[in-house]
């Protein structure tokens, strides 16, 4: 009889697993495949959310590339942003995980501080926060003053709007901060001990030591941050506009405006499928530069 049970217990634990597993199954399909697909359709079709969409090929490509300065400005500034925030938010991580990785009594209470601003730094409130300290007459330029310097105009002067702007990204180091943490923890006491004893300094011991053991967990966060920051809407929508004179115009607030304020729902896909092919290309491209700077240890290198 027990022989005759078993395979039936087993289905019905199948089906189990299944049931568990159906909510993500069904969130998936719903929200994220099904827009993914039918995003790549749209972006072949005139399509403005109050009509039946319209094939009209690689209308809607060709438009971008010819006819739409703004679409090639834009990314510019998405790209420059980039280039300015994640770097310096990895350096930022990387330093402070360093400093909490030293062996003191309460560190935990010290990581959870640093920790969260990732977990605050997206809404829609610290966005506001943001945009209220670095106005004309704000909290930072009046911390400024009382050493004698002069007002900046963070967020109206077009040569700094979009660093201030990259700033409240790099103030979301928490993420990429605790996986350096994580890292850091696995690298060898006696590693360093043997570094010391052939009279190695510590700027040595963190490029010869250091750099390579966290290069992998480096590798994934530099992907990971500069999706993030090719991504980012809110800041720029919140506390700029855009502006000033559209030098903080990102591509996800075009997409924003093609799609929802003037409706050109086909036209902004082909936006996001442009910028899902170019956060594509940069990603295969760091992959195969890693080769050239990635160590994996179980490897012997890499």
């Known amino acids: 009889m027990s022989k005759k049970r078993n395979p039936a217990r087993k289905k019905v634990k199948q089906w189990t697993g299944f049931l568990y597993i159906l909510p993500w199954v069904l ?56 280039l300015m925030s994640v770097p310096l938010k990895l350096a930022f991580a990387l330093f402070i995980a360093s400093i909490l990785n030293a062996k003191v009594k309460g560190i935990g209470i010290y990581r959870s501080l640093y920790y969260l601003p990732s977990i605050l730094g997206g809404s829609v409130a610290v966005s506001v926060l943001w945009r209220v300290l670095f106005m004309k007459d704000g ?77 992998s967990v480096l590798f994934f966060n530099l992907i990971m941050q500069s999706i993030q920051a090719l991504q980012n809407f809110t800041s720029a929508f919140v506390i700029t506009g855009g502006g000033p004179m559209k030098k903080t115009y990102i591509i996800g607030m075009k997409l924003y405006d093609d799609a929802f ?9 082909a936006e996001s499928w442009i910028l899902f092919l170019v956060i594509l290309a940069l990603t295969l491209l760091v992959f195969r530069s890693s080769s050239a700077w990635v160590y994996y240890a179980d490897e012997g290198g890499k």
């Open 27 to 82: 969130g998936f399909g719903c929200f994220q495949l099904y827009p993914f697909v039918s995003s790549f359709y749209y972006s072949f079709t005139n399509y403005t959310l109050l009509n039946t969409p319209r094939f009209v090929g690689l209308g809607n490509y060709i438009t971008l590339f010819t006819a739409d300065k703004q679409f090639l400005e834009t990314m510019k500034i998405t790209g420059a942003y980039a």
């Open 139 to 215: 909290a930072i330029n009046r911390f400024m003053g009382i050493f004698g310097l002069p007002a900046v105009n963070w967020l109206t002067d077009p040569d700094i709007a979009l660093f201030t702007l990259s700033m409240l990204q790099i103030w979301q180091f928490g993420s990429a901060m605790v996986i350096f943490l994580a890292a850091l923890k696995q690298i060898p006491s006696d590693l360093y001990e043997a570094a010391e004893m052939d009279g190695a300094g510590r700027f040595r011991k963190f490029f010869n030591i250091t750099l390579p053991q966290i290069s």
């Open 261 to 269: 304020k003037y409706y050109k729902v086909g036209y902004a896909c």
